[in-house]
């Protein structure tokens, strides 16, 4: 099986963390979160990239800064979805629909991709992580309720 190929992300990813930088020009705090979930995602650690994406987008930013934060942070997701689980075995074209749909900003649509990869038996603890860290991050209380909603489907007319 042929490895996700990622070094388009790279070129993507660079100039979306370039114009961020740019357009922080005057706040050097937040230029240090587009760092620092760089850093984190080069170095692949999810949880973290994750979230500093979260802190870029709760900073007080003009709405260009915000679109720029954003897009840097569907894309860094997007990759980090694409590098951990693009070879996964019995969910390439759910992989695929998040991977699509991050990187697109259209966020509700990679929502039921994650639910369905999530429950590929395949997963790895820390590719588990990751799903529940981007559901978390673009629906906060996803894994919550999925993890509720396992215990009701013993129930008659619940979880159905």
Do not use: C
Not at 6 to 23: D, I, R, V, Y
Not at 40 to 48: A, C, T
Not at 121 to 140: C, F, H, M, N
């Amino acid at each position: 099986m042929a490895m996700p190929r990622l070094n388009p992300w790279g070129n993507e990813l660079g100039s979306k963390a370039q114009a961020s930088n740019k357009a922080l020009a005057g706040n050097p705090a937040t230029q240090g979160q587009v760092s620092s979930g760089l850093q984190s995602l080069l170095s692949n650690k999810g949880g973290e990239s994750l979230a500093a994406f979260q802190k870029l987008s709760q900073a007080k930013l003009t709405p260009e800064q915000m679109k720029l934060a954003k897009d840097f942070g569907h894309v860094g997701s997007a990759y980090l979805v694409q590098k951990n689980l693009g070879n996964l075995d019995g969910s390439q074209s759910d992989v695929a629909q998040i991977v699509s749909s991050l990187r697109n900003g259209k966020v509700t649509e990679a929502l039921p991709a994650i639910q369905k990869v999530s429950q590929n038996a395949k997963l790895t603890p820390a590719q588990k992580d990751l799903l529940t860290s981007v559901a978390e991050r673009y629906a906060p209380g996803a894994g919550k309720v999925g993890e509720a909603l396992k215990g009701v489907k013993g129930i008659p007319g619940l979880g159905q």
